[in-house]
């Protein structure tokens, strides 16, 4: 591997004389300041000490990890939590981090990616619905690629489709889903930091984990901080999944919903099954997992199906946060999705409930079937947004049963 990729700052790593992590936390704290109030006060605080190396020290560096693990974006804090646990693990010997700490600073890089042109798609979803948007053949192709993927895609090709997604926001004259990416398109060229990340993490990916190195393990946690500065805009918003809606409506008075929903991010580590409770004259999408901005998700943008939380849809306590990883080879009707907590992977197919089900009051009243009914919804909505997008005026008469009662 190239060891010229190795500078001075950060080959101790390589001699064990620099602590896994040191590199990461000081560029993700420096990077996300304009969005974290506590992390702009921990450097101004570093900054009037004159305290240059805190990264290095553990009671700072304790208190930056925390901060990077609630700040960036539910499931994407989560997994970087969990990255800073293992360079961090004093029980572990520094050889023994390696693989693990590798393999994790490529999970955070695709969930990243990943969880970005969800957004994307699902908005361009909603604005096609609204507006009629007209897409050009190389868009479509794109499009099409990504609903009728068979592999999980490496990371140049995210990134190559979340190009292109910016483009068709950009002919359309569309809102983006993160405002903070309307002058992101330099991001985007051929030598940008983004792109060199993605390529020099994409090497390592490649690479066996047989053969991981220090040299590796450094590279990666280097190429992960310059990843993840450049989406530092993901400290800036939150996610919800939404549990069960409730409705309540007393006479001569209006109606509120009752939102039963969990809020996904790190704090799930310590209260994994709590459950949160919003009394609203809003409606809102049932079984959603949503990304917002602030404290009201009001204004959110709805990932399912692309991120599903299975136990929502199960009627599971907590939530188990799956993305969208590509279509059997076998059939377009089985879907595999990845669990985000292990990278555990789950193939859903169509199983036709309402068809094999003809009476609807008995389908919606058995607990297993309207499991079986969610999980058909899965697809439904998989396949309407891929109809939707790629202009595909085709109708299957199955999935429309699936909106109306018999």
Same mark, same amino acid.
């Given at each position: ?8 700052? =950060?080959?101790?790593?390589?001699? #064990? %004389? ?7 936390? *000081? ?19 570093? $900054? ?16 930056? *990890? ?8 539910? &499931?994407? #804090?989560?997994?970087?939590?969990? !990255? !800073?646990?293992? #360079? ?26 990943? !969880? ?14 609204? $507006? ?6 190389? $868009?479509?192709?794109?499009?099409? #690629? ?11 090709? $995210? ?22 990416? *309307? ?19 994409? *090497? ?14 450094? /590279? ?43 809020? &996904? ?10 459950? %949160? ?12 997992? @949503? ?21 929502? @849809? ?33 193939? @859903? ?12 009051? /008995? ?23 891929? =109809? ?19």
């Amino acid at each position: 591997y190239n060891i010229e990729h190795i500078n001075e700052a =950060n080959f101790g790593l390589l001699t #064990g %004389k620099r602590a896994f992590n040191e590199i990461l936390i *000081k560029n993700l704290i420096e990077a996300i300041q304009p969005h974290n109030k506590e992390a702009q006060m921990l450097v101004t605080y570093m $900054q009037r000490q004159n305290i240059s190396n805190w990264a290095s020290q553990e009671k700072y560096a304790k208190k930056a *990890k925390e901060i990077l693990a609630y700040s960036y974006v539910g &499931v994407i #804090g989560m997994q970087l939590s969990h !990255l !800073l646990a293992i #360079g961090n693990n004093k029980t572990m010997r520094a050889e023994d981090k390696v693989v693990p700490y590798i393999e994790k600073s490529l999970h955070v890089t695709r969930y990243s990616l990943d !969880l970005i042109c969800f957004a994307f798609i699902s908005k361009l979803w909603d604005a096609q619905k609204q $507006q009629n948007i007209s897409l050009n053949t190389p $868009q479509t192709e794109v499009l099409n #690629g990504f609903f009728e993927r068979k592999f999980e895609p490496d990371f140049l090709e $995210q990134l190559a489709l979340l190009k292109a997604l910016y483009g068709i926001f950009k002919d359309a004259q569309l809102h983006f889903p993160f405002a903070e990416m *309307k002058d992101f398109a330099a991001m985007f060229e051929e030598n940008s930091l983004l792109k060199q990340a993605c390529q020099a993490l994409q *090497k390592i990916r490649q690479t066996s984990n047989e053969k991981y190195t220090f040299v590796e393990c450094a /590279e990666a946690e280097m190429q992960l901080s310059t990843l993840l500065n450049c989406l530092s805009f993901l400290a800036n918003y939150n996610m919800a999944s939404i549990k069960k809606v409730g409705y309540k409506y007393l006479r001569n008075n209006a109606p509120h919903f009752i939102h039963n929903y969990i809020e &996904v991010g790190f704090d799930q580590k310590a209260n994994p099954d709590v459950e %949160k409770h919003k009394y609203t004259p809003q409606d809102i999408s049932t079984d959603t997992v @949503l990304i917002y901005q602030g404290e009201n998700y009001a204004n959110s943008i709805n990932l399912f199906p692309f991120v599903i939380d299975y136990n929502a @849809l199960t009627f599971e306590q907590g939530s188990k946060i799956y993305f969208y990883q590509c279509v059997d080879f076998s059939s377009e009707n089985i879907i595999e999705y990845v669990l985000l907590k292990d990278d555990e992977s789950i193939k @859903l197919e169509w199983q036709d409930t309402v068809e094999n089900n003809p009476n609807f009051d /008995e389908l919606v009243g058995n607990a297993e079937k309207l499991k079986a009914l969610n999980l058909d919804h899965i697809i439904l909505q998989f396949k309407e947004a891929k =109809n939707a997008l790629t202009q595909n005026n085709e109708t299957d008469d199955e999935f429309e049963k699936l909106f109306t009662a018999p």
